[in-house]
């Protein structure tokens, strides 16, 4: 106890704030390995808030622990990329060599194993998370590798680097991943070019949001700068869920100062002075080197005061780590989890643009958008809107994976075709291509010369390859098993929706199913587009509804007779009464044509 004190008191010392609740749960639990009630409550005492406050925070993330956790906690990816490549084939191989059931700890080895969400490693996957840490290309020879370091006691720090080897797999580059860059050029630009003229050249690039909805930046940075009050936030949003996107993870990796420095260039234009990186608690890796980026930047005047010389631009950037809640994407769900609370979406408006962090104006921004930001203030944004199309100006990161021989980003202007993306990526026999991630939509062949395009086929990011052998019911199941995990909750149709339908569909692959479940599934599907609260309830029906409609057969082999099955024969049942009758005639039959 006296270690736990200890070790709180250290957290408490640099963090006594709950708006920062989550970090300092995060950072105790790296030293405690969980959050006993104790824990929770010294904590909820020294911050000044009911330890109920910290219960409910502690209950809503899934990576913070309210039980003794392993010293490996070992978390396999259950995507629907990871499965193909036999994640789950491996994930039993370890169970069975560690001796273990899914979620328990062994007393001995003081290990757990157990299934996550997607960890963004679709293109060099399966992947698993060891205490955090990401081990990509996971073979057999690797899971018996993985055990035995684990039966030795062996410390993370002392495993081959090799198992953590994280790749860029830039496949194709165009206009961001492509381009030289100078540290500092793009902020020294937008100073020249004063903030009403950088905010100019954002109208100009028409630039649209990286992150799903498409919203023009330039709107979001204008409203947040003209609204009421003093104090203003620029967040970038690096909570990448969208299971197979793992774009940010490239550009945080490797481009991070054209992420930090869009960030500042956002200040510079709306008056903020304070940005926050919420980092998603599956790219942990990530971290440290991010905070020494942050640190050399600002060792070079490109963060802190007066920023490249300029007197009056004072702009710092903090990062705050998620813990595995793929809500916290939706950005009010976000600050919500910026401000130390279980990350559920509010109810809008108020938009954060005048009402975000603290209540204060706040731009929401993703990954790819604030490093596009730096092509537009080196460039202009003439030059940004001459590539793409005329509603989707500039370059789109794709996260492509799945079956295909290239998997990685390809960079292509706004419009490209999805039988380009094909074609570049190494495919054959294409059954189907899932845009923009569970939420998205199911594109078959016949669709192929669609374009990838705020006006066509938006996207997020994800575009996931499926060939001709894959099971697309497989895959809607999958998804609907990630929207039950994921659904925060906070309504009832998503709450209750997403589950039925996951249950619905564990149902007819068990053989158990009927029409009876297909009506319920596309009545369950509309249900939770109306009245969901978010997006995330309102999309939890689409893969349903797009395999139902484009891979029938793939639920007609699994239903009984396609109709209900009834439990019992009434036709026979009433054998005694056509007896007592004297009937027996077609009529006297039930099912029979009168
Ligand atoms: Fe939460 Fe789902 Fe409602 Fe969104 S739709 S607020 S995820 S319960």
Request: glycine fraction near 10%; hydrophobic fraction near 40%; proline fraction near 5%.
């Amino acid at each position: 106890m006296a270690a736990e004190g200890d070790v709180v008191a250290q957290v408490l010392r640099r963090r006594a704030n709950p708006t920062e609740l989550l970090q300092i749960l995060r950072e105790t639990q790296e030293k405690l390995g969980w959050i006993s009630p104790e824990t929770g409550r010294a904590i909820a005492s020294a911050l000044g808030v009911p330890a109920t406050r910290v219960e409910s925070v502690v209950e809503f993330y899934s990576f913070l622990y309210d039980r003794p956790q392993g010293r490996y906690r070992i978390l396999f990816s259950d995507n629907i990329t990871d499965r193909m490549l036999g994640s789950l084939a491996l994930f039993e191989h370890m169970l069975k060599r560690l001796k273990l059931k899914r979620g328990e700890v062994s007393p001995d080895d003081g290990v757990s194993v157990d299934l996550t969400s997607c960890t963004g490693m679709c293109d060099q996957g399966p992947a698993v998370l060891v205490n955090s840490r990401a081990v990509t290309r996971l073979t057999a020879r690797r899971v018996d590798e993985i055990c035995d370091l684990v039966r030795g006691g062996v410390p993370i720090a002392e495993w081959s680097s090799d198992y953590f080897r994280v790749e860029d797999n830039v496949r194709r580059a165009d206009a961001l991943l492509g381009s030289r860059y100078e540290p500092g050029s793009a902020l020294s630009a937008a100073i020249a070019l004063g903030r009403q003229g950088m905010l100019d050249e954002m109208k100009r690039s028409n630039l649209r949001g990286r992150g799903g909805a498409g919203f023009t930046t330039a709107v979001k940075w204008e409203s947040c700068r003209n609204a009421p009050g003093a104090d203003r936030f620029i967040v970038c949003n690096a909570d990448e869920g969208e299971p197979g996107t793992f774009k940010d993870r490239v550009l945080l990796a490797s481009y991070p100062e054209r992420v930090f420095e869009g960030m500042a260039i956002a200040g510079f234009v709306v008056g903020a002075a304070r940005g926050l990186l919420y980092l998603r608690g599956e790219y942990r890796y990530l971290l440290e080197p991010l905070m020494a980026k942050l640190e050399a930047m600002r060792r070079g005047r490109l963060l802190g005061a007066s920023i490249c010389g300029a007197q009056g631009f004072d702009f710092d950037i903090d990062i705050h780590l998620g813990a595995g809640a793929y809500i916290c994407g939706e950005e009010s769900a976000l600050i919500e989890s910026l401000e130390g609370k279980p990350g559920k979406p509010r109810i809008r408006p108020p938009f954060p643009v005048t009402v975000g962090y603290l209540g204060k104006p706040t731009v929401v921004n993703n990954v790819e958008t604030l490093a596009q930001a730096t092509e537009i203030a080196l460039y202009g944004g003439r030059t940004f809107a001459g590539r793409g199309t005329r509603r989707s100006s500039g370059t789109k990161i794709l996260s492509v994976s799945g079956d295909c021989a290239r998997p990685g980003l390809y960079e292509y202007p706004f419009g490209v075709r999805v039988e380009q993306v094909l074609k570049d990526c190494g495919t054959s026999d294409v059954a189907a291509v899932q845009v923009s991630g569970p939420s998205g939509v199911c594109l078959t062949p016949d669709e192929f010369r669609r374009h990838v395009a705020f006006e066509d086929v938006p996207t997020a990011g994800a575009f996931m390859v499926f060939g001709k052998d894959r099971d697309l019911f497989e895959v809607a199941r999958n998804f609907a098993h990630f929207f039950a995990h994921e659904s925060c909750g906070f309504c009832t149709p998503c709450r209750v929706g997403t589950t039925l339908m996951r249950d619905a569909l564990d149902k007819i692959a068990d053989g158990r199913g009927s029409r009876y479940e297909i009506n319920d599934l596309m009545r369950l599907a509309e249900l939770l587009r109306r009245t969901s609260h978010c997006g995330l309830g309102q999309t939890a029906g689409n893969p349903v509804r797009d395999t139902w409609a484009k891979f029938r057969p793939a639920y007609e082999r699994r239903l009984i007779r396609g109709e209900f099955d009834p439990a019992v024969d009434l036709d026979a049942a009433l054998a005694r009464a056509r007896e007592i009758a004297g009937r027996d005639d077609a009529a006297a039959h039930i099912g029979a044509e009168a």
